[in-house]
């Protein structure tokens, strides 16, 4: 399985087309509207770049407007498109533009790279996906009993349905899945699964969880006594009983740490890749009324780190 | 929510899951169609940040979130759905026999109400009050005799999420009659899966038609529910049933933080009363009309994310038209004066308004605090002129306060505090506390240790029940015929109940336990009074009439348990215990209410699931000796076994279910509550077609 992974890195490296790049001086951030996450990652991101002594980047900040042209220094700026919109923009600058998308779901990210036919050497992402052995670590430690996981997959996230598994064996749970290809199957689906299941985890899929199914899954969930582990911290809120997910902060962080590193050579960008820094948020109200024990989350998150590290360490043990 | 630091760097193997998609979509980067154009991402399937940063709102907000059995200050016992299809019951009430405690008596009464006799611990007549009755959080009990009038409810078994019930007083949360124990009916709502479904049953005097849809229209979630039962009642009794019912329930989020919900309910039909062995001269058998409806609109306000609040008017109706008039009564008066008219009518029409409105505010201080506070408005208005004895309406005003408050004093012990003040217009003022201690010896072992105290305000037939009827002579003087002659000004009943409860898990038992001490004060019961008349009134009655008092004090003490037992992946076993003794001077009584409750009570349900499609269940139920109150007689102990097989299909366009259930298998001819009414087997075939 592990020689197929670097086949494919094979190849995504040998599409790293080396061309002609300089360095670039400034970074451009190129947004759709000033949402709250947005101003939050600009401002951090500014911080980042200033507390790093060597680093002597402008940033220059764009709104997008739908009727004027994108205009930006493209051969001397790392475009960071924060979200799905300012990314499609980015994606129709010069194809040597280096682009670093933030705050993009992966299924996005490969929908524009695709369509934009751009490279994968300067066209980047750090995705809002948080890597699945991530999600399940995190229910290993709110449920060290737990073994049976039930996704509700829909036509978009049926294909992870194999990683899921696979990385689910690995941390000994058993994943039951259901695939919803109509609304009117979610909420019977979701039922089949609750009754034969530990938890629910979310995947994103807009056939699945949107604003208007949110309110059905989460009542149903809980009518069944069973906890909801969702992608982000507003599913917390709502009413799932925790999640990873990771603040405009460390994304920023990460987002600085990349345009720092591949300020020298901006057609090297590396590749895709998912949050590095994560926070874990809980929902203690639900916790309670579930009757399961909650440890806070920072001690959840050194819990989490101990068996990420555990995990590196097993790997680096199989692989000599 | 805490922001962690960078601690480590992330490996660049644990990315190979996400290169492998990242490679197909390579692949498919060099087939791009240079005719496709901008903009890509519109597709609304498409996941963008919206999905990941937009707002979910909020559903399970505090108020929703129930405490978890261990954390509450009360034994609880949930009957779900599951247990509910598999039991195969048909009526609701009949439910209640699988939860330890409770005594449930089929019963057919002859003068309005005959309906399922359901106490818990006992110490009940046809008339059983004591116990509040919640649907969707609005109180159904009725004013008149304080019990429920079950086959009048708007709903169905099938209609059902949930039920909840409190198997103690529960004043300080639920409010008045929460005496002996709370029964919290959850239906189905708007945010159930989409579409139609239809069930129908047909066995030994029963069928029933119904259909149901769930829809949305603009963003307004709704279900509606409607159909046709009729029951044939007991063998050799005239009490059939002929019910159709009607129910809309709609919910709309205005916005993030605040949403609608209006229910709209309606029943109506035939209910045969009358039983000549207990009534040859008025009551005789006849059918009346019924019919009830209620209209709710409830506001839900999220104020935060700790902070919830809910505010609901409610107007309910229940009512029947039943007007009576005699045999003839010239053989019976045969004496002088002769009477002016052969028969008597009597006006037993019954008219029950009831008005409320609550406001309820839920949040969290501190995050170990949890406190509800809130009050309610109510007015009850009554039109019963033969149990009343007056052509007009009676109101009843009822103002309540509550709050209660969950400390989690550390992870391993929990407190209850509570109480409510109610004032009415019977017995005034009244303060109801609670307080409880929950322990947690282990995770899944908790010890719980309980004192709470309630009243029960005396209802219409206790405080006001005068049922004089007139028979009027030739010679201008009057007999007078009357049963009960209610002074009033009696008082509460008011319990103190003390427990110890287990609630625990081991390995695939789930146990729940539960030790008792009730003591109940001022018990309410009834004497003969002789009635001062006038010099034209000549008393007909053989005995002198009934009045209400406050007259003895019992403890009732004993134990119950319930314990799940999971024993294969598809088998499970639900039994139910309990011992119950109730003490006390029963010289002090006209009536001994220490046998009115069967000592030893067990039921037990097994369900097995053959395959994906095929699953049968037994249930038995049996009940010791017990001699009911008012017009119960003693009845033996019986004994009940139900059988169930199901069977799952799935059509094209639909899937459902067609299941038979015989109840009562070895048909034992048993009484329940009084030797009138006598049990035999019954067969139902249900068809349940969802599409």
Redesign the interface.
Known sequence: MFSKWLACFALVLGLFAPVFAQAYTGVTILMSAPSPANSEFIENFKNELASTKNANLRVNVIVLQETEKLIVAENSELVIALGVKALEAASRLQHTTPVLGVFTPLPAFNEVLAKSRRELGNFSAIVLDQPYWRQLSLIRAVLPDAKKVGILFGSVSSQYIEIIKEEGEERAFSIVDESVTQEADLIPKLKILLESTDALLAIPDRLVYNRETAESILLTSYRHQKPMFGYSQSYVRAGALASVYSSSKQVAMQAAEIAIKSQLAPSLLPPPQVPEYFSISVNNQVAHSLNIPLMDEAMLYKKMLEAETLEVMEHEKTKH | ???????????L???????????A??A??NN?NEK?T????AT??????D??????????T?S????????SPSAVTVIDR?TIRASGIVDIPELLRLVPGFYVAKNAGFIYNSNDTVSYHGMASAYPGAMQVLINGRSVYTPLFGGVLWSELPITVDDI??IEITRGPNAASYGANSFLGVISIITKDA?????SSVRLTHGTGRNEAFYRYVGDIQDVNFRVSTGYREDDGLDNRNDFKRTNILTVQADK?LDASNEIGFEFWATNGDRADGELAKDKILFTPRVRNISSNYELIRWRHNIS??SDFLLQAYHAYNGTDDSVTSVNLRPIFAANPPLLSSTVTVNNDIDLDRYEIEAQHTF?PA?NW?VVWGGSVRLDRTYAPYWLGTNEADDFNLQRLFGQAEW?IN?QVLMNLGSMVEHNDFTGTEVSPRASLNVKLA?NHTLRFGVSSATRTPNYIEEKFNNPILVPTTLGASYLVQGYADTGDVNSERILSHEIGYLGQLGNLDVDARLFNDDIRNILNTKRIKLTLPPNIIFASKDNPRTYFNGGDAEVRGFETQIKYRLFKTTQILFNYSHVEIHGDKNALPTDFTVSMPKNTFSALITHQFDSNWDASYAYYQTGAVSALGDGSAVGLNRRSDVRVARKFNLNHA?GEVSIVVENLFNSHYHEYALYNTLGRRALINLDL?F
Not at chain 2, 38 to 41: E, G, K, S, V
Not at chain 2, 64 to 71: E, G, H, I, P
């Open positions: 929510m805490k922001t962690y630091v960078k601690t480590f760097a992330l490996p193997w644990l990315l190979a899951s996400f290169s492998q998609v990242l490679c979509e390579e498919n980067t791009v496709d901008w903009p890509i991402a609304s399937q498409t996941v963008t940040e999905d990941y940063l937009g707002d979910v709102p909020k559903v399970l505090v929703r979130l129930s405490q978890s059995k261990a954390d599951e999420e949930r945010t159930e899966a989409k579409g989020h994310d700790d969290s995050t949890r989690r992870d995770p899937n969802n």
